[in-house]
């Protein structure tokens, strides 16, 4: 266990997909000790069939338990009563089936944090309906607004609903609730909506519509690619730079690197008239040069300008190098934790094992019987 800030908190996470390991993965890396509890036998939750190649399930201890077994819910209870906080990402209602809802979980532990991660919430009219990340970026109206003028909405990874609107939104909330519960000794449920959070991350954006200063159109904007000093253009290369010179002193400064002075006059940064025009001309000018051409200009110049750098091209940039942003744990490429304390560390990754290969010691921990921890977890689990 490394010092980290969250030192001393125990989660228990059963294994789902995406956000919840997301969650789980966030706070092991900032030091809780987080035990993921899977499925015995077959392909753990998530991994895509290596778990070891999976940076979402890293830095935390496994316990194979079936949840439709009696004897493996009264051992995960014990778990969980010892445990500051749970992870789930079932549909509403499912773990109340099983046995496990908040109504018995925090009668066992009144200062747990029970932390419920969906797409649409507890409760509501789609509650119940299935969905992926594109599902609720799309209902929350956060897909709509992300695209070309004049094309379909374009799809951003799922980077929106599932992790910055999802598993981050959670661990927020968690820690909100954890925080709470050591002021008032009392736990509470944590109810975490994707599509929600997803609205959440455009909170700015509704602002902007509300002050008349953004239009539903997409693409159409300062910040989605309609306006010429903020967007992505296409070098001589076929390689790309990313421009986002919003304040008028990196507006100005941009016009001169591209040699466009003339055509950057501080007037013409607000004229939404006249963007397509000079989007053509921004064009042109980078388009005449490879990329390298364009790092050289612009450095030491404070334009907002950044190379659209590829994997392997991130990994090697200075930058990118000095603050150590990635790292390689088993030959896996993947991100540092992040962020960075002055006085507490973050955990250095280890990648996840075979599952379920902790669970004979968190039993044992727990101080159950030797012969049910012989009929729970008789050995290690062989799928990796």
């Known amino acids: ?21 997301f969650c789980g993965m966030m706070l092991a890396d900032h030091g809780a000790e987080v035990i993921r509890v899977e499925r015995p036998g077959g392909v753990r939750a998530g991994s895509g069939g290596s778990a070891s190649l999976d940076p979402l399930q890293r830095s935390r201890r496994s316990i194979a338990l079936d949840l439709k077994d009696s004897e493996a819910i009264m051992a995960l209870r014990r778990l969980v009563k010892s445990a500051d906080g749970l992870i789930e990402g079932f549909r509403p209602g499912v773990m109340e089936r099983l046995g496990l809802g908040p109504d018995t979980l925090l009668a066992d532990n009144p200062r747990l944090v029970y932390g419920r991660i969906t797409g649409w919430g507890q409760d509501g009219p789609w509650a119940q309906v299935a969905g992926h990340d594109i599902n609720y970026i799309a209902l929350s109206g956060t897909l ?21 609107g999802g598993g981050m939104l959670l661990a927020f909330g968690m820690l909100a609730a954890l925080l709470s519960a050591q002021r008032s000794g009392e736990g509470q449920v944590v109810d975490a909506s994707m599509a929600e959070g997803s609205a959440m991350l455009m909170a700015m954006t509704w602002g902007f519509r509300s002050a008349g200063i953004w239009g539903d159109a997409r693409g159409t904007n300062r910040l989605d690619g309609g306006a010429h000093y903020y967007d992505t253009y296409r070098t001589a290369d076929g390689k790309y730079i990313a421009l986002g010179a919003v304040e008028p002193q990196f507006y100005a400064a941009l016009g001169q690197t591209l040699d466009l002075a003339d055509d950057f006059a501080p007037e013409r940064q607000k004229d939404a008239a006249g963007w397509p025009a000079l989007k053509a001309k921004v064009a042109a000018a980078i388009g005449g ?26 990994l090697a940039h200075p930058h990118n190098r000095h603050r150590a942003m990635f ?8 991100p540092n934790p992040a962020p960075r304390y002055s006085r ?3 955990r250095e990754p280890t990648m ?29 689990n062989p799928v990796n």
């Open 144 to 164: 709509n607004a992300i695209g070309e003028a004049g094309g379909k909405p374009q799809i951003p990874l799922n980077l929106v609903a599932d992790f910055g």
């Open 344 to 346: 507490s560390t973050t």
């Open 352 to 380: 996840a094992g075979v599952a379920g290969a902790d669970g004979r010691a968190i039993l044992e921990e727990l101080g159950i019987d030797p012969a049910a921890i012989d009929r729970l977890a008789p050995g290690t």
């Open 327 to 334: 790292t390689d744990v088993g030959g896996v490429t993947q």
């Open 1 to 21: 266990m490394t010092d980290g800030p969250l030192s001393g908190l125990r989660i228990v996470e059963i294994a789902g997909i995406g956000p919840g390991p």
């Open 289 to 314: 040069h490879p990329r390298a051409y364009w790092d050289a200009a612009f450095a030491g110049i404070d334009a907002c300008y950044a190379p659209v750098l590829d994997y392997e091209e991130a």
